[in-house]
C-alpha cells in the first residue's frame, strides 16, 4: 500500500506495511536518522516530532494515520539557509546536550511548547518537558527554553 | 572549529603517508604506524595525535570516544594550549582503532602513577592483571574511569602540544636564522618580535613533523593558559542539536539488514527450540537465525524484524536458577554476613577490642541496595559485515580496540583482519565496555549468515532484561561511640560479587575501621555503573555516619567535620558546601536538609540537599548544592554538567529504579516499569568547585555518590524516617 506524506516540506509515497511506526519510516525509508530511537513505548520521547503542528511520539504512530499529514523533524527546524531555530541556538548557548542522544525529541519538545504558550512559565516547562535524558541535562534544558524565548540570559557556565 | 568524524564509508583510501617522524618518548614503532594512519598528504604530523595542514588546521585525534562527558573537547583544549593553536582553526578527528594507540608510557601512567592502585577491578578482566599485560594490552581506548582527561590528556595530548611547538620554533629558527629565545609563539603563528617576521604554523609543519621532538618538552606556565580551565564550548554540540551526529544506531549502508534478538529471559539459559515458520511469513523478514542462547530475526527493517521477532514462541532452558529472587538474594547475603568468614578484609585497629569496649555507646544497622540499570538512552545497536574473510563493524563502545578483539575472538579470525569504527555513543555510563556488550559475539554470529551488512538493535525490552546491573548488595554496618561522642571502632561487612576495598575510600579518622566483604554471586553479569562501587559503598558509610551523628546528638555536619583532619581537602570541601547550603539557617515547615561526603575516583565531593516528603508519600529533592574538589579544572563548564548529571542521574536511582528478579527471570522491561527521573522531578544543582593545585581527579562519576546518602539524611530530617534501602519510592510520613 502506497502512502503519501510529507516530511520536512517535501512529499514522499511510501511503501510500506501500513502499521510500520512512522519512526522507522522517517529514519530507514528517508534516512533522517536525528529522530530517535528510545524505547518503541512512547515512553521516553527521543522520537518525537511534529505532526500537523503537534508533538507527537513517532515510534508509537502508524504510517497509515499519517497519510496527508505534514511531519516535521529536527532535521526541517532550521531555516533553509541553516540559520539555527532559536531554540537550537539556545541549546547551544547554555551547553545543554550531553550524550546528546535524547536531545532531538527534547528540542522538538519545547519548539511545540513555545508555539504553543509563547512564553512558557517554569510550571508550564515542567508540565510539558517529559521525555527522558539519561545524562541529567534538565536544568540546562530549563535555562534553554526561558532563554529561547528571551526570559533568562544564558551564558556558558563557568564557575556555577 | 567543529568535530569532524572519519567518513565511515571510506575505506583506508585516504591514508597516504606524509610527514612522518621519530620520537623519542614513546615507541617508535607503535608511534610511526599511528603516524601512519592519520598522516594526510602534505600535513605535518606530531607525536601520535596532532596534524597541522598548510592551511594551518590543527587536527586532533582523540583516542577516546564521548558519550557526552564533554573530554574529547578537553582533550583539544590542552593539546591546543600547549602549542599555542589558533582555536578557531582546531578540529577533532577519532583516532583510528589501532594498537598504536594504546601506548606503554601512558599505560604505566594509568596504571600506576594517576591512581592510588593499580588497575581498578572494572577494568580487569579487559586489561589483564599483570603490569606487562597491562602495558601490552590496557587499551588507551577505554573511556572509563573518570581518566581521559586525566591520563591521556595530561600525560598525552599536553606533552604532545608542548612538543610540537617547541620543533615549530626550532625549524622557524633555522629559517629566519635566529635564535630560538627570539621567537615567541601565538594562534598558530611563530613571531620575531626584532624584525616583525612572522611565520604561520602550516608553513612550518612538514618540515618540523621530521624532527625529534622532546620526550619531556617545555610546558607553559599555567597562569598563561588561554583555553585550560576556560569553559569553552564543547565541540561536538552543534551537531546534537541538529540531527547529523550520527550514532551507532544511525549507521547507514548499501544493502543494510537489520535484526533483533531475545536472549534467554532467565541469564544463564539456554535456546531450547524455536520454530521459524511463523516469522517466515511476514514481509520483509529474511531469516530466523537461533543462537546458543538466544533467537534473532533478521529482516529488511527494525519493524519486520521486530514482529517477526514476537511473532516467535522460542523455548528456553532456565539455566537452573528458577528459584532465585529479590528476596531471596537479599536473604542470603544477610545470612551470609551473618554467619560466613568474610572472603576479602582490610582496614586499621582493633574493632572487635573497640566495640567491646566498656562505656561506648554501640550502634548497628543494615543496608541494602537492588540491581540498577544504566538505561543509556541509545539502546545497544552494532553492525557487522563479513567479506572476503574480513570482518568490518561500526558501533559505539567505550573500548574501540578491545572490542575489536572480541569481535576477532567471536569470529575466530585474526584481530588485523577486523576494522573497528567507532561512534558517538548516546550514554554509556559503564554499560558499553566490551566485557559486558554480549552484542558483539551476537552481532559477529548473525553476520555469518548474510553476505550483507547487518545492523543487530536491542529493543528496549532487551536492553532492560539483560544489562550488567549494579549488583544488588547487602551490608550491615557496626560501630562505636566513646563517652566524647567521638568514634571509637566502625566495622563495614558488605555481600556483593565484587571486592570494592579499592573504591571505597573511608575518609574520616577512627581509631579502629574494619571493610569486610562477602563473595555472592547469583546469575547476573554484575558490572560497572557510574561510580561503580563507590555509589553503594557511599550509600552505606554516609547514612551511616549521620545515623551515629543522631546517637551522638551532634549536628550532622559538625559530627563529620570533627572526625576529619584540620586543614584537610575534605574539611574544607565540607565547610563549602555547609557555608553556600545557608546549614544552619531556617528552612520551610516540612523540609529537611541532609549532607553527605564522598571521595571517589581522586575527587572528593559534598552535597547538601534540600527536600521533603510530598502528602502522597513522594519525596522530593527540592535543591542540590555541591562543593568539588578535583583538582585543576580543563574545562569549567564541562565539569560543573559532569558534577550536574551525575546528581540527577544519582536521584533518580534512588529515588524510583530497581531491576527486580523473579524466578531467575528481571521483572522490569521499559520505562513504564523503570521509571527515570523526569525534569518536573529535576532539582536545581548549584556546583561549586574549590580552587586547588591538588592532582587531577575524575569528573563523570564522582558526583553520583554523596546524593543518595544526602537525600536520606534530608528525608530522615524532614520527617524522623531513616532510608536503609534503595529505592526511596514512597516514604509515608513517620
Not at chain 2, 620575531?192 to 622532546?214: F, V, W
Not at chain 2, 551515629?548 to 558546601?577: I, M, T, W
Not at chain 2, 562543593?627 to 540527577?648: F, H, L, T, W, Y
Amino acid at each position: 500500500m502506497a502512502i503519501d506524506i510529507e516530511v520536512n516540506a517535501k512529499s514522499y509515497l511510501i511503501e510500506a506495511d501500513p502499521a510500520t511506526p512512522l519512526l522507522w519510516v522517517i529514519r530507514e525509508e528517508l534516512g533522517l536518522t536525528g529522530t530517535k530511537f528510545g524505547c518503541g513505548i512512547g515512553a521516553c520521547g527521543a522520537c518525537s516530532v511534529h505532526v500537523d503542528g503537534e508533538i507527537a511520539r513517532s515510534c508509537l504512530i502508524p504510517i497509515a494515520a499519517v497519510a496527508g499529514k505534514r511531519i516535521l523533524t529536527i532535521e526541517g527546524i532550521s531555516a533553509p539557509n541553516g540559520t539555527l531555530h532559536p531554540v537550537q541556538q539556545a541549546w547551544i548557548d547554555a551547553q545543554v546536550p550531553q550524550c546528546g542522544y535524547c536531545q532531538s525529541g527534547q528540542i522538538m519538545a519545547a519548539v511545540a511548547l513555545i508555539k504553543k504558550i509563547g512564553l512558557p512559565s517554569p510550571a508550564h516547562i515542567d508540565e510539558a518537558m517529559t521525555n527522558i535524558c539519561r545524562c541529567g541535562t534538565y536544568p540546562r534544558i530549563r535555562t534553554a527554553i526561558l532563554a529561547a524565548t528571551g526570559q533568562a540570559a544564558v551564558a556558558v557556565q563557568g564557575h556555577s | 572549529m567543529g568535530i569532524k568524524r572519519r567518513a565511515f564509508l571510506v575505506g583506508g583510501a585516504a591514508l597516504i603517508g606524509g610527514g612522518l617522524f621519530a620520537v623519542s618518548w614513546s615507541e617508535r614503532t607503535a608511534t610511526r604506524r599511528a603516524a601512519k594512519l592519520v598522516a594526510l598528504d602534505k600535513a605535518g604530523v606530531f607525536q601520535t595525535w596532532i596534524r597541522i595542514s598548510e592551511d594551518d588546521t590543527v587536527t586532533i585525534f582523540s583516542p577516546h570516544v564521548d558519550f557526552g562527558q564533554g573530554s574529547v573537547t578537553g582533550l583539544a583544549q590542552m593539546a591546543a594550549d600547549e602549542l599555542d593553536a589558533d582555536w578557531s582553526k582546531v578540529v577533532v578527528e577519532s583516532a583510528p582503532v589501532n594498537v598504536a594507540f594504546a601506548n606503554a608510557p601512558l599505560a604505566k601512567g594509568f596504571a600506576g602513577e594517576l591512581l592510588p592502585f593499580s588497575v581498578p577491578p572494572f577494568l580487569q578482566g579487559i586489561v589483564g592483571s599483570s603490569f606487562a599485560m597491562i602495558a601490552r594490552n590496557l587499551p588507551l581506548q577505554v573511556t572509563g574511569g573518570s581518566s581521559t582527561v586525566r591520563a591521556t590528556g595530561q600525560m598525552g595530548m599536553r606533552v604532545a602540544g608542548a612538543a610540537a611547538r617547541a620543533a615549530l620554533i626550532a625549524t622557524a629558527a633555522k629559517r629566519l636564522r635566529v635564535r630560538e629565545i627570539e621567537l615567541s609563539t601565538a594562534n598558530s603563528r611563530v613571531l620575531h618580535a626584532k624584525s616583525g617576521r612572522m611565520l604561520r604554523y602550516g608553513e612550518l609543519a612538514a618540515e618540523a613533523a621530521d624532527m625529534t621532538l622532546s620526550a619531556e618538552p617545555k610546558f607553559k606556565d599555567p597562569t598563561a593558559y588561554r583555553l585550560i580551565g576556560k569553559p569553552i564550548p564543547r565541540l561536538d554540540i552543534p551537531a546534537k542539536v541538529n540531527g547529523t551526529a550520527i550514532y551507532g544506531m544511525d549507521v547507514q549502508l548499501p544493502n543494510l539488514r537489520v535484526a533483533t534478538i531475545m536472549a534467554a529471559p532467565v541469564r544463564g539459559g539456554k535456546l531450547v527450540g524455536v520454530d521459524p515458520a511463523p516469522a517466515l511469513g511476514i514481509k520483509g523478514v529474511e531469516k530466523v537465525i537461533q543462537l546458543d542462547n538466544a533467537v534473532a530475526v533478521l529482516a529488511s527493517g527494525y519493524w519486520p524484524a521486530l514482529i517477526g521477532l514476537r511473532a516467535l514462541s522460542p523455548k528456553f532452558s532456565d539455566g537452573g536458577h528458577a528459584a532465585l529472587s529479590s528476596s531471596s538474594i537479599a536473604a542470603a547475603q544477610a545470612a551470609k554476613i551473618k554467619t560466613d568468614k568474610p572472603d576479602h578484609k582490610s582496614g586499621h585497629g582493633d574493632v572487635p577490642a573497640a566495640l567491646a569496649a566498656s562505656g561506648v555507646k554501640l550502634l548497628e544497622a543494615d543496608y541494602a541496595v537492588p540491581f540498577i540499570h544504566h538505561a543509556m538512552m541509545e539502546p545497544f545497536a552494532l553492525t557487522a559485515h563479513f567479506k572476503d574473510g574480513k570482518l568490518e563493524l561500526w558501533g559505539g563502545v567505550q573500548d574501540p580496540l578491545h572490542s575489536r578483539k572480541v569481535a576477532a575472538e567471536a569470529a575466530n579470525i585474526s584481530t588485523d583482519q577486523v576494522t573497528f569504527h567507532p561512534m558517538i555513543m548516546g550514554g554509556a555510563f559503564g554499560r558499553r565496555l566490551p566485557g559486558y556488550c554480549e552484542i558483539i559475539g551476537q552481532v559477529v554470529q548473525i553476520a555469518k549468515q548474510t553476505p550483507y551488512p547487518v545492523k543487530l538493535i536491542w529493543s528496549r525490552e532487551e536492553e532492560v532484561k539483560h544489562g550488567s546491573y549494579r549488583p544488588q548488595a547487602s551490608a550491615r554496618l557496626k560501630a562505636a561511640l566513646d563517652q566524647n561522642g567521638r568514634i571509637a571502632g566502625w566495622s563495614t561487612d558488605y555481600a556483593q560479587s565484587e571486592d570494592a576495598a579499592r573504591e571505597t575510600r573511608f575518609v574520616y579518622e577512627v581509631p579502629a575501621f574494619a571493610l569486610r566483604h562477602y563473595e555472592f554471586s547469583t546469575n547476573q553479569h554484575d558490572g560497572p555503573w557510574r561510580s561503580v562501587n563507590s555509589n553503594q559503598n557511599g550509600f552505606y558509610c554516609e547514612s551511616f555516619m549521620d545515623e551515629l551523628a543522631v546517637a551522638a546528638n551532634e549536628d550532622p555536619y559538625q559530627f563529620r567535620r570533627k572526625h576529619l583532619p584540620p586543614g584537610s581537602r575534605h574539611a574544607a570541601v565540607l565547610d563549602d558546601v555547609a557555608k553556600r547550603s545557608g546549614w544552619t539557617t531556617p528552612l520551610s515547615a516540612g523540609h529537611g536538609r541532609g549532607i553527605a561526603l564522598v571521595e571517589s575516583f581522586n575527587t572528593i565531593v559534598a552535597h547538601v540537599i534540600e527536600a521533603s516528603v510530598a502528602d502522597d508519600g513522594r519525596p522530593r529533592a527540592h535543591k542540590v548544592w555541591s562543593s568539588v574538589d578535583c583538582g585543576r579544572i580543563v574545562n569549567p563548564d564541562g565539569a560543573a554538567a559532569q558534577i550536574m548529571g551525575g546528581i540527577i542521574m544519582a536521584l533518580s536511582s534512588c529515588l524510583d529504579e530497581a531491576i527486580t528478579l523473579e524466578q531467575g527471570a528481571v521483572v522490569q522491561s521499559n520505562f513504564h516499569d523503570y521509571p527515570l527521573l523526569k525534569l518536573a522531578q529535576a532539582p536545581d544543582v548549584d556546583v561549586h568547585f574549590m580552587q586547588s593545585n591538588a592532582s587531577m581527579g575524575g569528573l563523570g562519576e564522582p558526583g553520583v555518590p554523596p546524593t543518595a546518602p544526602a537525600l536520606a539524611n534530608a528525608i530522615f530530617a524532614a520527617t524522623g524516617k531513616r532510608i536503609r534501602q534503595l529505592p526511596f519510592r514512597n516514604q509515608s510520613k513517620a
